[in-house]
């Protein structure tokens, strides 16, 4: 029998030592890239400049008990350890788990820890070098069920444009952002010109929780964040803690989502359990406000949240027992393979529990069609069978 997509994870994460992606760092700024060391007492960290050594413990637990410190990429046969392999050894921890596909996100060290390269052609460089690597490494080997997101550079918005029309041309099927396109916390009216490139390549967009920055003014102590576009803080009030809260109300408050009618969003690993309150609070913070406030919104923020952003929970048994209070079109499930929080490789045991009193046709919508409309995946297609 044909094997087609049953469950989507739309939140795992590829992890492994940064000498996967060197060799397509040009070599004068190889010296510049991130490398692997040794950690004091076992395992293995990261050496990057401008940060404190980032170490893998938590990011590769795969369901074995959490070690911050101590964790090496590989097993003492010399073999990779779980969730740190190539493709193939991916495929088969998808099969081991129950899970027929992956959205892939970066490791964080790709994300945030590069932001601390000082020479800005020498960071574009790597993040362009870990692309390359999913697209002619990584991905290939079953392309349908290893859906990698593309880094885009958070440098300028020239270099975030450029990325984004190259992970289209190297044949990436989404990208991840992790600050706004013009490589700032909060939006600017020069954003357009990627989301309107974004939507002529029909190219996904996502960020791993959040991108920009990750609090309003208000939770962080500053009194201003430049550029914070105007009434954006009225909708975070009551919620600033639920990421990605902050993004959405600037997208919202900016107008993009107006200018821009198709712009959609899909934020990772948020949970959905709060959505409720959340979006009742959204609303109500912005009825309150909006006599203060010079710009005026066209809709409720709850109503744009329907029509443009979409999450993804993980082991948030709460929010299978609201669904009748949530915007259910609106979600995907994932595993968090390999992180701390991982449902691996228990992910079928918990997927029975949670969605016990669901419907198969819901259960459907959030583990296959939600997912697979968002990232152009084929579901009646057959699915790259797993090497021997």
């Known amino acids: 029998m044909a094997r087609t997509y049953k469950v989507i994870s739309a939140d795992g994460h590829l992890e492994g030592p940064p000498e996967d992606f060197l060799p397509y760092v040009p070599e004068v700024f190889r010296e510049m890239a991130p490398r692997r060391i040794p950690t004091p007492g076992g395992g293995d960290s990261w050496l990057i400049e401008g940060q404190p050594l980032w170490h893998t413990g938590t ?30 050894q991916r495929l088969r921890e998808q099969d081991r788990d129950g899970i027929d ?14 932001s601390g390269i000082s020479d ?37 918005l020239d270099s975030a444009v450029a990325e984004l029309e190259r992970c289209a041309q190297i044949g990436l099927r989404a990208v991840a952002l992790s600050s706004f396109p013009n490589g700032g ?5 020069e954003d357009d010109r990627f989301w309107e490139a974004a939507l002529s390549l029909g190219m996904p967009l996502t960020g791993h929780i959040y991108f920009g920055a990750p609090f309003p003014p208000f939770v962080t102590g500053l009194t201003s964040q430049p550029n914070a576009p105007e009434g954006a803080s009225a909708l975070c009030t009551r919620q600033a803690f639920e990421r990605p809260s902050w993004t959405i109300a600037q997208l919202i408050f900016s107008g993009a989502l107006d200018r821009f009618p198709e712009l959609q969003f899909y934020f990772a690993e948020t949970n ?26 066209d809709r409720m923020p709850s109503e744009y949240f329907v029509d ?3 999450l993804s929970f993980i082991q ?29 490789p228990n992910s079928q045991a918990w997927l029975e529990n949670g969605f016990a009193k669901v419907s198969d046709e819901l259960r459907r919508k959030i583990l296959v069609d939600t997912p697979a409309k968002y990232f152009h995946l084929d579901t009646t297609a057959e699915l790259t069978p797993t090497p021997a």
């Open 185 to 189: 916390p909060n939006p600017k009216p």
């Open 308 to 310: 443009h952003f979409y």
């Open 316 to 344: 948030d048994l709460a929010v299978t027992k609201m669904f009748d209070l949530v915007p259910v079109d609106n979600l995907m499930w994932g595993s968090d393979f390999p992180h701390s929080v991982t449902s691996f």
């Open 59 to 88: 990011n590769l637990t795969a369901g074995e008990p959490l070690k911050r410190k101590g964790k090496s990429y590989w097993n003492p046969d010399g073999t990779r350890v779980t969730g740190a392999g190539d493709g193939v």
């Open 272 to 297: 959905a359990s709060w959505l409720p309150i959340g979006l009742q609070q959204m609303d109500e913070n912005y009825k309150l406000y909006a006599h203060t406030l010079r710009t005026k919104l």
């Open 101 to 114: 596909a992956e959205i892939l996100f970066p490791p964080i060290f790709v994300v945030e820890a590069l």
């Open 120 to 156: 800005s052609d020498a960071y574009v460089s790597i993040v362009q070098a870990y692309n390359t690597y999913l697209s002619a490494d990584y991905c290939p080997v079953a392309p349908d069920r290893l859906v990698a997101c593309g880094v885009i550079p958070a440098r300028s």
